[in-house]
């Protein structure tokens, strides 16, 4: 299994562009998060979803869209990017049995 | 409003003794809690986790220990070692499969 991959790796926006941070695992995982990470502030959940077609919001979802078609995928859409939104983004899984969430690598993006 | 809290932002500790990591929570309905380290440039991995019906929980090295009166856990290391320098978040959750972390605290374990 590859787990959860993320891309892009790095990301440097300028304001008011759009993008999509791509989310893939490949464990079946039914239970899928966003969380961003700001320096000295956590990881603070930006949208969650419980299986293809099921997604709700999180503690900061404001500026941010996603989408789950499938059980594999969960993109983040940035569509008016802000300098706030500066941050490094993580995407993780977890079965829907239990366990603890699996994180990917992360995506560092600027906006500038 | 913040729901998980640590406390400390940084550790310091000597190689072979004992890293305690403190965490408190408000959520009542909080079921399960993670500890998870996290190395700079990687993503966050699991390390311990604690169901609300133990009061401890142990792994090798790591040791969680949870007290519901007080809604605090914390994070034994025993003996600490080099490398378990990393951030080490603190998550709860419940029933609504959400996961809330807390700032997380930066242990420096020193040779």
């Known amino acids: 299994n590859a787990g959860v991959t993320q891309t892009p790796k790095f990301r440097i926006l300028k304001i008011g562009q759009s993008m999509t941070l791509q989310c893939a695992q490949d464990m079946n995982h039914n239970y899928m998060y966003w969380y961003r990470q700001d320096p000295g502030m956590g990881l603070k959940l930006i949208y969650y979803s419980v299986g293809a077609g099921i997604t709700d919001k999180g503690e900061v979802p404001n500026g941010y869209n996603v989408s789950r078609s499938t059980t594999e995928d969960f993109p983040l859409r940035l569509e008016l990017a802000a300098p706030s939104q500066t941050s490094v983004y993580f995407c993780?899984?977890?079965?829907?049995?239990?366990?603890?969430?699996?994180f990917g690598p992360g995506t560092r993006l600027t906006v500038l | 409003d913040q729901q998980v809290k640590q406390n400390s932002p940084s550790l310091s500790v000597q190689e072979g003794r004992i890293s305690i990591l403190n965490c408190d929570y408000t959520?009542?309905?909080?079921?399960?809690f993670l500890w998870y380290k996290k190395y700079p440039a990687e993503g966050p991995t699991f390390l311990i986790s604690i169901s609300s019906i133990k009061d401890k929980n142990e792994d090798g090295r790591f040791t969680v220990f949870l007290n519901k009166s007080a809604k605090h856990l914390s994070l034994h290391i025993v003996p600490s070692q080099p490398g378990d320098s990393a951030v080490y978040f603190c998550?709860?959750?419940?029933?609504?499969?959400?996961?809330?972390f807390g700032k997380g605290t930066l242990l420096t374990v020193n040779p």
């Open positions: 993780a899984s977890r079965r829907t049995s239990g366990g603890p969430p699996l």
């Open positions: 998550g709860g959750g419940g029933s609504n499969y959400k996961l809330t």
């Open positions: 959520n009542s309905m909080f079921d399960y």
